[in-house]
């Protein structure tokens, strides 16, 4: 485990398999951030996860009213596009700078507005105001590339 905080309760997984006959991996670091559950009730010694976040390459980054940084995975965005909206089925956000956001939603204005109040919510309880979110018509995912929901691509 490679902890994150000083509460050491979220961590990178490092992992090792020797079992593997073509290429071994040895301490590879795993960027999934995991919450670790320290007491679990039912005794074993193992690691027990409470949660996943999301991968630390796709945080989104911000600064809120006071103007410090503030990162946010990429699950909350997830659950608060999904949960907006039981008929979204198909999105994509974009992080182009630390004011824009570009938000693909496959269907109808009213999915879109949807998905924009759910993220503005998410975003004002961070304290993060004046974020911009354009929707974009068409999808920036290229064919044969694995498809990432939320991005973070600023320049």
Known sequence: KKYLDETNTRFHPIITDLKRFSQPIVRYELNDIIHELKDCSCGL?????AKIEGRSDDMLLFENIDGLPVKI???FFRRAII???ESIDDYLLVQRSNLVIELYI???QDLFESAKNG???LLQDYSIVGIEI???KNPPHKKGDKLRR???ETN
């Open 45 to 49: 010694k193992t690691t027990a996860i």
């Open 73 to 75: 995975y990429p699950d």
């Open 83 to 85: 949960l907006s909206n």
């Open 106 to 108: 496959n269907g109808n």
């Open 119 to 121: 993220i503005e919510t």
């Open 134 to 136: 354009n929707r974009i």
């Open 150 to 152: 939320i991005r973070y």
